[in-house]
């Protein structure tokens, strides 16, 4: 593969908690336009992983690249800033703000609109119809109205997709988009994670296998920490040593 295929890569990452490797040598390459699953058993390091790509914890040692560039040491708001985006914290929506505003809200932090500017009339006009438009891609066209506290559990996961995709993003991560749903809003989600987010890459922490088997193109299996089997699927899944770590918890 060439290397401008590659838009993030880590290169012996490491995260040592006193002595501890939560996160040991890991060297993962994610494609362009992949989705890219994260999986292991619970304890193998994936939180933390995942809060190292987004700067939320530093590494003890090793690389991080993003676009080829070496974003170990950058700040959360700058990595934001050049499209690399985590998702799925509902804590990031505004429970008491209708799905329309809140898709607006994030479209204005991407367009980075003062108050002076997107308050006329016109501006705003533009922006509460782009809202709209992502309201319906997500299937909450009818819901434009309605707070985000008020929708359904799997309703407000698609309202996060909509305001994630506000934000342009060129990578999004995604912390277990299907964390206790239920199974119809599992697959409510699954196909929206396979529609409309389509053409852009993801990197996400999934504990279902089966999302994982539907949507990821590559997995990363971690277990204590390090890299256990990387391939597909069907390779991951048949793997003994994958097989093992997940009959032991
Ligand atoms: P996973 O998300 O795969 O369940 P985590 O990344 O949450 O795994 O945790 C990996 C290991 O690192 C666990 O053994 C956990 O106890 C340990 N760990 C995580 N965060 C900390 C921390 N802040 N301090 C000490 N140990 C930690």
Same mark, same amino acid.
């Given at each position: 593969q060439p290397t401008s295929s590659v838009i993030l890569e880590t290169r012996g990452l490491t995260k040592d908690f006193r002595g501890f490797k939560a996160i040991e040598d890991v060297n993962v390459k994610v494609q362009t336009g992949h989705i890219h699953a994260l999986i292991g058993p619970n304890g193998a390091g994936k939180t933390t992983f995942f809060n190292l790509l987004t700067k939320f914890l530093k590494p003890t040692s090793g690389k991080i690249l993003y676009d080829g560039d070496d974003i170990t040491n950058h700040r959360p708001a700058d990595i934001a800033q050049h499209g690399l /985006?985590?998702?799925?914290?509902?804590?990031?929506? =505004?429970?008491?703000?209708?799905?329309?505003?809140?898709?607006?809200?994030?479209?204005?932090?991407?367009?980075?609109?003062?108050?002076?500017?997107?308050?006329? /009339?016109?501006?705003?006009?533009?922006?509460?119809?782009?809202?709209?438009?992502?309201?319906?891609?997500?299937?909450?066209?009818? =819901?434009?109205?309605?707070?985000?506290?008020?929708?359904?559990?799997?309703?407000?996961?698609?309202?996060?997709?909509? #305001?994630?995709?506000?934000?342009?993003p060129r990578l999004?991560?995604?912390?277990?988009?299907?964390?206790?749903?239920?199974?119809?809003?599992?697959?409510?989600?699954?196909?929206?994670?396979?529609?409309?987010?389509?053409?852009? #890459? /993801?990197?996400?922490?999934?504990?279902?296998?089966?999302?994982?088997?539907?949507?990821?193109?590559?997995?990363?299996?971690?277990?204590?920490?390090?890299v256990l089997a990387e391939g597909d699927y069907d390779t991951v899944s048949t793997n003994p040593a994958v097989m093992e770590a997940y009959m032991g918890t």
């Open positions: /985006i985590r998702s799925f914290q509902i804590s990031a929506v =505004f429970p008491h703000l209708s799905a329309r505003e809140n898709v607006r809200i994030a479209l204005q932090r991407k367009l980075g609109i003062s108050y002076q500017f997107w308050r006329s /009339i016109r501006v705003l006009d533009q922006l509460n119809e782009e809202a709209q438009h992502l309201l319906e891609q997500v299937d909450l066209g009818a =819901f434009g109205d309605t707070k985000a506290v008020e929708l359904a559990y799997g309703r407000k996961r698609a309202l996060e997709i909509a #305001t994630t995709i506000a934000l342009k999004m991560l995604l912390d277990e988009p299907t964390q206790g749903m239920s199974a119809e809003d599992v697959h409510t989600v699954t196909d929206l994670i396979r529609e409309v987010v389509k053409d852009r #890459t /993801i990197v996400m922490v999934e504990h279902n296998l089966n999302v994982v088997s539907t949507l990821a193109d590559r997995i990363t299996v971690l277990n204590r920490g390090r």
